[in-house]
């Protein structure tokens, strides 16, 4: 890799990773030399990027566009551009080209770093942004009203940075792009860096206001409305909501009048990432009052405008946003929180100014920018978990742990609720760094607690907006004959094992209703991750095995009670699962307390023991977390099972 992109790399990374500069992968950056341009690719991140996410191009390829003759027509023109772009790659190079790589080739200076930095777009989406530019930065920046993005914007910078090469026999460092960003050029990584931050502190001194600063906590209706909201936004899958709350978003909900200032888009990101209209519900008061009032909104919205809104903006409760994963909704929160501080940020400059209709209107329908949501948006898998959200109760070693690491994989959203905080944390964060759509999170549960369920399972509607799979999986298990088992460790392993798996269907299923009550075609479930212990007696384990007996019982009677609301309750009993710690922990796994009880007859060793019990399977080995989640996806791909005792036993438990 030559120096110059590796300094194109460094400087992408630096802007791309500040969300003062960059939001959603947005922005561009480019190098050049004589022959060729190599610029980000579209879809691709400036806060990740590496030498493969930038495509290199002919530069005399490109000068085509500038000279050629396209149609009059928008798309047909658009399309011929984009041709004429992907002709350019050089030979050998993949990626799709960014729209805006004619207009970096004509700037004459080596590298270009195109932002959409927070504090300028609050000069550039004013009212009085062209005076106020010029009072501000005077020759040493070129301003270019707002013209629709692609070939008709790099025609009028073609031709307003020949005028001014003209009357200053050089090309601007600076370009101000109206209601849109900004453009930094320079022959050096260095100069780059000094040029943004002499336009942020020009501006830092032409707009002392300081932003609301600070989060606010959510309310508890938040448990209520949330899964509302996600079913009445939900036509087909269902979607992620995301909230947030802090002093900033409630500076714009605490009235009509605060709202009508972010009512509408400033830029194209924010029409690509929240569309172009927004729900603002004033009421504040019970939740059955704000539900009711936000689903006639929500009718009369999508009567107006076509579309169901991807931005709700609940007043006294924060900003929402839905979507179709939780990256997605994420980004979108990133985006309209931005727009705020924008807007924020445009009061000292006459106000702000909206794109217009016409303008939203090309946005919406320019095939680059769909090809962005569709990036940012990604597809589905078609698996019975994509973007489902799922609570996995001891998931942060063993079967758990084996569960939630499958479910992610599979792009569910996995809340890991364990009392282990460290390895719950380390495993969390694992999850979250492969950089998928989907999100782990993890909550510290003590699942024989009711307060802990309780409030984990309010943590899982804060964090995606409901909940649609609950896998009780937390148990404990301690082995003894009756002469051995003292009443203290029957109790505790009753505590975890049985009244855990109540605790956690009680507060489960009131969301799961919630749910049902707004979506008459939505399932869900509740699985309990049980054991062939819960089939059939187990010598000098009664402690476990009743646990587990009663915990068939739980599900059958859950199952009936909770089908009314489509609420599928399953029990999977697996067979050993001789690799995980329940069995070979050194210390205190089943093989080393069998050895100590003598449960085996015979054994001298945690081999013998071992060996016992594949000899009992009559597939010879011990159950895997894949035979285990086959029986897990089954329960959850299909409608009509429910009160139900899968074995998973390699034979051991046979059904009669």
């Known amino acids: 890799m030559n120096p110059e992109i590796k300094d194109l790399i460094k400087i992408s990374r630096y802007y791309g990773s500040d969300n003062e500069y960059v939001i959603a992968g947005g922005g561009n950056t480019s190098y050049k030399n004589d022959r060729y341009i190599w610029i980000k690719a579209s879809g691709t991140s400036l806060a990740s990027v590496d030498e493969k996410g930038f495509v290199k191009l002919s530069r005399e390829k490109i000068k085509v566009i500038k000279s050629k003759a396209y149609s009059d027509d928008v798309t047909e023109r658009e399309a011929q551009v984009k041709a004429d772009l992907f002709a350019a790659i050089a030979e050998g190079e993949q990626g799709r080209p960014s729209v805006e790589t004619s207009l970096h080739d004509i700037i004459q200076y080596a590298y270009v770093v195109h932002t959409h ?3 300028a777009n609050g000069l550039l989406c004013a009212k009085n942004s062209k005076s106020l530019a010029g009072r501000i930065f005077g020759d040493s920046a070129l301003y270019i009203e707002y013209t629709d993005p692609g070939y008709i914007l790099f025609k009028k910078t073609c031709e307003r940075i020949e005028q001014y090469r003209a009357e200053h026999n050089e090309d601007p460092h600076i370009i101000l792009l109206e209601n849109h960003g900004i453009f930094v050029s320079a022959d050096s990584i260095k100069e780059i860096r000094e040029l943004y931050d002499d336009i942020d502190n020009k501006l830092r001194k032409e707009n002392k206001e300081k932003l609301p600063d600070g989060d606010k906590s959510l309310p508890e209706t938040v448990r209520h409305i949330l899964p509302v909201i996600r079913m009445l936004l939900t036509k087909g899958d269902a979607r992620i909501v995301r909230i947030r709350n802090n002093k900033l978003i409630a500076h714009f ?27 603002y ?6 939740p059955e009052s704000v539900i009711s009032n936000v689903q006639s909104q929500l009718n009369r919205f999508q009567k107006e405008n076509g579309f169901l809104p991807k931005i709700v903006l609940l007043k006294n409760m924060g900003l929402i946003a839905v979507e179709d994963s939780w990256l997605a909704a994420d980004i979108a929160l990133d985006v309209f929180e931005d727009m705020m501080k924008i807007s924020y940020y445009s009061e000292g400059a006459g106000g702000p100014r909206f794109l217009t209709r016409d303008q939203i209107d090309f946005i919406d329908n320019w095939e680059v920018e769909n090809y962005r949501r569709q990036m940012a948006g990604g597809k589905k898998s078609g698996n019975p978990v994509d973007q489902k959200i799922v609570v996995v ?10 569960i939630a690491r499958d479910l992610m994989e599979k792009n569910a959203n996995v809340v890991i609720a364990d009392i282990n905080e460290k390895k719950g944390i380390l495993f969390v964060n694992e999850l979250n760094s492969k950089g998928k759509k989907n999100r782990a999170l993890f909550v ?9 369920v309780r409030e984990m399972l309010f943590e899982t509607v804060k964090a995606f907006g409901g909940l649609d799979v609950l896998v009780s999986n937390a148990g404990i298990l301690r082995a003894g004959d009756l002469d051995e088992m003292d009443p203290e460790t029957f109790e505790l392993m009753t505590r975890i094992n049985y009244n855990g798996y109540f605790l956690c269907v009680k507060y489960a299923a009131e969301i799961l209703k919630i749910q049902a009550k707004y979506h008459d075609k939505y399932y869900t479930d509740i699985i309990q991750i049980n054991s062939k212990s819960g ?3 187990s010598n000098k384990n009664f402690a476990y095995a009743g646990g587990k007996f009663g915990g068939i019982g739980l599900t059958q009677s859950f199952a009936m009670e909770l089908i009314p609301y489509r609420i599928k309750v399953n029990a999977i009993c ?7 710690p329940l069995w070979s922990d050194p210390v205190n796994g089943l093989f080393v307390q069998y050895l100590k009880t003598g449960k085996v007859h015979g054994a001298k060793t945690v081999e013998d023991v071992k060996k016992h019990y594949e000899s009992q399977v009559p597939a010879r080995r011990g159950c895997t977390v894949a035979d285990v989640m086959k029986a897990i996806y089954y329960v959850i791909d299909q409608q009509y099972e429910t009160g139900q005792a899968i074995p998973v036993t390699g034979g051991q438990i046979m059904l009669k």
Do not use: M, W
């Not at 519900?281 to 019970?286: D, H, I, K, R």
């Not at 109760?393 to 084996?402: I, M, V």
């Open 253 to 279: 909900y605490k009235d009509e009048q605060s709202f009508r200032k972010i009512h509408a888009p400033f830029t194209p990101d924010i029409i690509v990432y929240c569309k172009s209209k927004y729900l």
């Open 535 to 537: 089939l059939k007696g």
């Open 444 to 452: 510290k549960t003590d699942v024989s607690d009711a307060d802990s």
């Open 281 to 286: 519900v004033e009421e504040t008061g019970s």
């Open 393 to 402: 109760t001891g998931a942060a070693q063993g079967f758990g742990e084996g």
């Open 574 to 580: 697996p067979g050993n699962f001789f690799d995980g």
């Open 117 to 119: 930095a927070t504090r």
